[in-house]
C-alpha cells in the first residue's frame, strides 16, 4: 500500500494525559497537512509543511498541540494535556503539487 | 463563518439515476475547486477538481460545474450506483492567496438505492 499511513488508528486516552500520532505520506510527496474532523463537520486544516519546514498554522492549533516533520518524510502530530473536545479525527494528507491532496484513513481520538 | 456551505445533508437517489449535489460559497478569493468522498471510518478520498477558468470537468461518471457569478458549483454522478453512497464534501482553496489550506463544507450524505 502506497497511501497516507497513520498510526495509531484508533486511540482513547483520558483527560490531561498526552498522545502523539504518527503519519507517513506518500513517497516523494514533499506537501504534508493536517485536518481535524469532528462529527457533522468537514475537515479542518490545521498545519501544513513543504519539507521539514512548518510553512502555515490555524488557529485551531493551540498551544497543547505541536507537530513536527523532522526529515521532510514522516510527521508526528502531540496533543498534551488533553481535553475532551480533542476528541476528533484527526487526518494526514499529502501532495506533490499544491491543493489537491490525498488524505490517510485517520486517527480517531476520544478524550474521556 | 462558513465559507463553503453544502445546504443539503442528505440526497437519495435510485440506482441508475443522475446525483447531484450543490456547494455554494461566499469568499470570491476562492479559485480552486475540489470534491471529496468519504465512507464511514475513512479518510477523504479526491474525486475530482476544478479551476475557476473553467466552467466545467468531467472524469467518467462525475461532473463538475462551476459557476463563478453565482458562487455556486455542483456535482454531477451519472448513472449513480449502490457504490457511490457515502458523503461527499466540497472544498474550496486560494492559491493566488499563498494558502495552502482547503476549506471544506459540512458534507452531504448520498444514498443510492439499488
Known amino acids: 500500500d502506497t497511501g497516507v499511513s497513520q498510526d495509531p488508528r484508533h486511540k482513547i486516552t483520558k483527560r490531561g494525559q498526552n498522545v502523539t500520532f504518527r503519519c507517513d505520506p506518500i513517497s516523494e510527496h514533499n506537501r504534508l497537512y493536517w485536518y481535524r474532523q469532528t462529527l457533522g463537520q468537514g475537515p479542518e486544516f490545521l498545519t501544513y509543511?513543504?519539507?521539514?519546514?512548518?510553512?502555515?498554522k490555524s488557529r485551531l492549533l493551540s498551544d497543547r498541540f505541536s507537530a513536527e516533520r523532522p526529515k521532510g518524510s514522516f510527521s508526528t502530530l502531540e496533543i498534551q494535556r488533553t481535553e475532551q473536545g480533542d476528541s476528533a479525527m484527526y487526518l494526514c494528507?499529502?501532495?506533490?503539487?499544491?491543493?489537491?491532496?490525498?488524505f490517510g484513513e485517520g486517527s480517531w481520538l476520544t478524550v474521556v | 463563518d462558513q465559507q463553503v456551505k453544502q445546504n443539503s445533508p442528505s440526497l437519495s437517489v435510485q440506482e441508475g439515476r443522475i446525483s447531484i449535489l450543490n456547494c455554494d460559497y461566499t469568499n470570491s478569493m476562492f479559485d480552486y475547486f475540489l470534491w471529496y468522498k468519504k465512507y464511514p471510518a475513512e479518510g477523504p478520498t479526491f474525486l475530482i477538481s476544478i479551476s475557476s477558468i473553467k466552467d466545467k470537468n468531467e472524469d467518467g461518471r462525475f461532473t463538475v460545474f462551476l459557476n463563478k457569478s453565482a458562487k455556486h458549483l455542483s456535482l454531477h454522478i451519472v448513472p449513480s450506483q449502490p457504490g457511490d453512497s457515502a458523503v461527499y464534501f466540497c472544498a474550496a482553496s486560494e492559491p493566488q492567496g499563498g494558502s495552502e489550506k482547503l476549506v471544506f463544507g459540512k458534507g452531504t450524505k448520498l444514498t443510492v438505492n439499488p
Open positions: 494528507a499529502s501532495s506533490l503539487v499544491a491543493h489537491t491532496i490525498y
Open positions: 509543511f513543504q519539507n521539514e519546514a512548518q510553512l502555515e
